[in-house]
Each structure stands twice: as C-alpha cells, then as structure tokens.
C-alpha cells in the first residue's frame, strides 16, 4: 500500500486538472466581484445623475416663481420621474443644505437619493441588501458682466452683428430671446465681447473673437431698469418744441425759457420733440423731457450735456402708445454725454417711455450714431423697441451699456466699459443654475 501512494505522488499526470478544480473558486469569485463592482458603478452613476437634475430643476422652479420656495418639492418629483431609471425609496429636499457653503443660499435645493438593490453575486452571501445614496446641491451663480441686454422674448432674434461691424465691448452680451439663433454675428463682422449669453441657442460663428465664452441655454435677464418709471408731465400748457438748426446762429444753451416746467420739479424740463442741427449745451443735472415727439440730432451737430437724462414719453401714452418718440442720432453728429449720477434717472442718458410700440417699421427703431469724437457715460434704455448701433471708425469711449427689446450693431465701436464708481451707471450682471456640491 505504501508503495502504491509513493507511486501516485510522483506520478504527474492530471496536475493541470486539478490545480484548475482548486483555482475555479477564485475565477469564478473574481468574475462575480467585478460584475457587481460594475454593476454597483452603472447604479450609482445613475442615482447621481438623477440627483444632480432634480437639484438644478429645484432652483429653476425658485427662480421661475420670483424666489418662493413653494414648488419645490414638485419640481423635484417630476424631474426625477423622467430622470431616474432606477428608482429610489426617500427623495429629501432641504431648504438649504444642511452643510457646507450654501446653508443660508436661498436659491440653494439639495436633493438625496437613496436605493437598494440587491447584487447578483455578493448578494449569495450578504445578510443585507446595501444602499446606494447620492447627494446634489445646485444654486444661481453669476455667469458674468454685460454690458449688452435685449429683452427679445419670443423665438426673434435679440442680438445681431451685421455687415462690417468691429465690436469691442469690454464686457459680456446677453439677449432673453427663446430662438436657436437667439445671437448672430455674420458677414465680416468682428465682435470682441465676452460672455454671449442667450435663454435660447448660440450660432456658432467664426465672427466671434477668440476666447469668447459662449452660454446657450441659460436664465433670462432681468430689466435692469424695470423700475425706473415715466416722469411727471407738467401741470398746466404744452411743451414746446426745441429745434436749433442755423450753424450761424449758434452755439445754443438751453434754458428754461426753451420748455415747459410747470409744475415740475428743479431740473426738469418738457419740450415736445428735440431736433438740433447745430452747437448746443444742455444744462447740468438735468431731465429732458420729450412729450410725444423724437430726439434727432443731425450730421452737423455738436450736444453737450453733463449730469442729464433725455426722456422720451408721452402725456397720452396710456391711451396712444404710438405717441411715444424714438432717438435718431446721426453718424457725423459729435454729442458728449454723460448720465445723472443720482436721482430717478440716475445712469441713464437716454430713457423711452416702456410703454412705446414696436411694429417694426423705421419709424419704431432707435438709432445710435456718433462721429469718432463723441463720447457717452451712461446707458441707452430702449425697453420696448429695436435699437441700431452704427459707430463710425474710430469712435472710441469708456462706459456705454445698452438695454433695449433687439439691438442691431453695424458699424465701428470701441468700448472699453470701465465705468467710474460715481457715475451712477450700474452693472448688468448675468446669474445662471448649476451645481455646486
């Protein structure tokens, strides 16, 4: 018998046999762990992804009801049902997150999911089924400074950069326009301006200067200026009209004897339309107002003004809209304007009546021009309205923001937008939804 075993031990056929038997537990383990681990990755991934969509749609839902925290949870609940392919067994929306940086955030939506499942191999000898949880936090952030803002709603195009346009803003454009090409720039146009924002998409374009950050899809702009309201009218008599269009008989100030100021506070004036063709300064710390008629500066015009706003209403806008005048500044006009610091229109050079209508003609689109020597501090408040920029070659000027329903840009600007603090002007700043934790 002993020798029949020592005969077995040297024998080595059948070795790689069972050497195989005795490895197959660790093969067959090994594929079973790496199975799960994949599996336990898909799913996790998923829960984080539904996470992470239900906390973003959380904030849309605040912002889209002014800041109340009401719709929520509903939000969330619907967002999930399209989102989540795994299902989850306790969703937790938190007011603020219970941790971290965005506590006291009242845009910040934290959601958590937790599932359990159950896996293939490990689950053969777990006594328990784990859980998968995924946490997300999302808030508004900024998404950048604009100088540019088109209030253009609907699926028409808000901002568009034509023909030989050299565009240098110095700051960012924004436009709440819902189209696909909510923001163009074609022919040999050339736009210098960072960020592009659109609520819509963004055409790509090769006219858009290098390192310019683009963000389709993203919150709509709030009218900087929503609440700014018409002026006083005069109590009693109408307003003059103001038109200085002898180049001989010039350089004109005007005064009080040039307008309207019944019953008027200090420094406002009413005049009926405003058309000038020549030199003319208009007092300091002033409000034009422009009652039912339109502000024309000509080629050969040369208007001062330093601390006043131009306002162009009418006394019958509530019942005649159509009343309400536009701006239409010549390219070879000269005008040096700078913006009240303080009061009602403070930051404002010129601002139309929201009330104004749009049918689209010329004779409902506000033109800005200005020959290479011009320079503005102060913003162009067009609410309602298309606006037309035509700079000429070389116009070069340091603070210059926009806000009008679409704006056109054609011509030459140079725009650096280094506001000074006192000047009253504000900054336009973009806000947008994304995660944070």
């Known amino acids: 018998m002993t020798g029949f075993f020592k005969k077995l031990w040297r024998d080595k056929r059948g070795n790689a046999l069972v050497i195989a038997a005795a490895a197959l537990p660790l093969v067959i383990g090994s594929a ?82 937790s599932v359990q499942k159950k896996l293939s191999f490990s689950g053969m000898f777990m006594s328990y089924i784990p859980t998968i949880t995924a946490t997300a936090t999302a808030t508004v952030t900024p998404s950048g400074n604009y100088c540019v803002v088109s209030l253009e709603d609907t699926s028409t195009t808000g901002i568009t950069m034509t023909g030989n346009a050299t565009v240098n803003l110095g700051c960012g454009m924004i436009t709440n326009s819902t189209s696909m090409t909510a923001a163009v720039a074609t022919g040999s146009s050339a736009v210098t301006s960072s960020p592009i924002a659109a609520v819509g998409g963004i055409a790509a374009s090769n006219n858009w200067g290098s390192g310019t950050i683009l963000q389709p899809f993203t919150l709509a702009q709030e009218d900087p200026f929503k609440n700014v309201p018409p002026p006083p009218m005069p109590s009693s008599g109408n307003c003059p009209q103001y038109r200085k269009n002898n180049q001989n008989q010039g350089p004109w100030t005007f005064s009080a004897t040039d307008a309207n100021t019944s019953g008027l506070p200090a420094g406002y004036y009413c005049v009926s339309d405003i058309d000038i ?69 403070s930051g404002l050079i010129i601002y139309q009546d929201r009330r104004a209508i749009d049918d689209g003609s010329a004779n409902t689109t506000n033109l800005i021009n200005g020959n290479s020597d011009s320079s503005f501090q102060g913003a162009f408040y067009f609410p309602s309205q298309r606006t037309t920029v035509n700079g000429t070659a070389g116009m070069s000027t340091a603070c210059v923001k926009l806000v009008a329903r679409r704006v056109d840009f054609s011509g030459n600007m140079n725009i650096s937008n280094t506001c000074p603090s006192n000047s009253g002007v504000p900054d336009f700043t973009g806000k947008k939804v994304r995660l944070v934790e």
């Not at 799960?36 to 906390?55: E, P, V, Y």
């Open 277 to 345: 063709n020549s030199t003319v300064t208009f007092p300091s710390d002033s409000v034009i107002i422009i009652d039912g008629g339109n502000f024309n500066i000509g080629g050969q015009a040369h208007v001062s003004c330093t601390r006043c706003t131009f306002v162009l209403t009418s006394r019958d806008a509530a019942t005649n809209p159509a009343d309400i005048g536009v701006a239409n500044i010549n390219g070879g006009a000269e005008l040096d304007l700078v913006a009240n610091n303080s009061g009602t229109y």
């Open 32 to 113: 079973g762990l790496a199975s799960d681990t994949i599996q336990w990755a898909l799913w996790k991934r998923q829960l984080q992804r539904a996470a992470d969509s239900g906390a973003i749609a959380g904030v849309y839902a605040i912002v889209q009801d002014e800041g109340s925290r009401g719709n929520v949870t509903t939000a969330v609940d619907r967002d999930l049902t399209h989102n989540s392919h795994i299902g989850y067994t306790t969703t937790k929306v938190v007011g603020a997150p219970t941790s971290g940086s965005y506590t006291a955030d009242p845009y910040a939506v934290q959601v958590q999911l």
